[in-house]
């Protein structure tokens, strides 16, 4: 029987893996996959987006570039966009973004973070879309992390609401994989689909 430890192991072993794989890319390529994943996601979202409000996150590194998309999203689709701020013990919450906004070092990860009011899960039933980071999603839409577990203990919050926001991954085509490519934990939180350069894939 794997222990907690064992599967830490094998998701650390997989994330270096898809961490490697990413590295290996070339800008072009990352730039490329960026603007076809706006090319599906843009459209989707602006007729799927009654209160105009949806979550994201910054691209850090290696990540898919989609810095454009967020500024189309608040400056011509006007959309509201939350990023997540990490507080103590692994917990987030989430501030408005926007281009020009004030950032300021996170507290707890070498990342920085826009400065603003800070909303928890109870104003969640007024977000439509949670665009979810992800080094890798499988095909039942379980996520590969980055090993912090901020999003899972967020979005198990979250799936507890009246009125819950799509859950939507974004990856790159080669980090959508078969179920096994990494462990499960019962702690972790599905999502409900994933974007690719390919286009949506929905796990219902």
């Known amino acids: 029987m794997s222990t907690h430890s064992d599967v830490d192991e094998a998701k650390r072993r997989q994330r270096a893996f898809f961490v490697a794989e990413r590295k290996n890319m070339s800008q072009a390529e990352r730039?490329?996959?960026?603007?076809?994943?706006?090319s599906h996601l843009r459209p989707w979202l602006t007729s799927?987006?009654?209160h105009r409000r949806?979550?994201?996150?910054?691209?850090?590194?290696?990540?898919?570039?989609l810095h454009q998309l967020l500024q189309q999203l608040v400056e011509e689709d006007h959309f509201e966009v939350l990023m997540p701020i990490c507080l103590p013990e692994r917990q987030l919450a989430f501030t408005p973004w926007y281009p020009g906004v004030e950032m300021a070092r996170c507290a707890?990860?070498?990342?920085d973070e826009p400065v603003g009011p800070r909303f928890g899960a109870?104003?969640?039933d007024e977000v439509d879309v949670m665009l979810v980071p992800a080094q890798a999603i499988d095909f039942h839409g379980y996520r590969l992390g980055h090993g912090g577990g901020y999003y899972d203990r967020f979005l198990a919050k979250v799936k507890a609401l009246s009125a819950v926001p799509t859950l939507l991954g974004m990856v790159y085509q080669?980090?959508?994989?078969?179920?096994?490519?990494?462990?499960?934990d019962e702690?972790?939180?599905?999502?409900d689909g994933v974007v690719t350069q390919l286009?949506?894939?929905?796990?219902?």
Not at 187 to 191: G, I
């Open 31 to 38: 730039n490329s996959a960026a603007a076809l994943i706006t």
């Open 48 to 50: 799927h987006s009654p």
């Open 187 to 191: 702690h972790d939180q599905a999502v």
């Open 122 to 124: 109870d104003v969640f």
């Open 54 to 65: 949806i979550t994201a996150t910054l691209p850090f590194g290696t990540e898919l570039p």
């Open 108 to 111: 707890y990860a070498p990342i």
């Open 174 to 184: 080669h980090e959508f994989v078969p179920p096994g490519t990494f462990p499960v």
């Open 199 to 204: 286009g949506f894939n929905w796990m219902f």
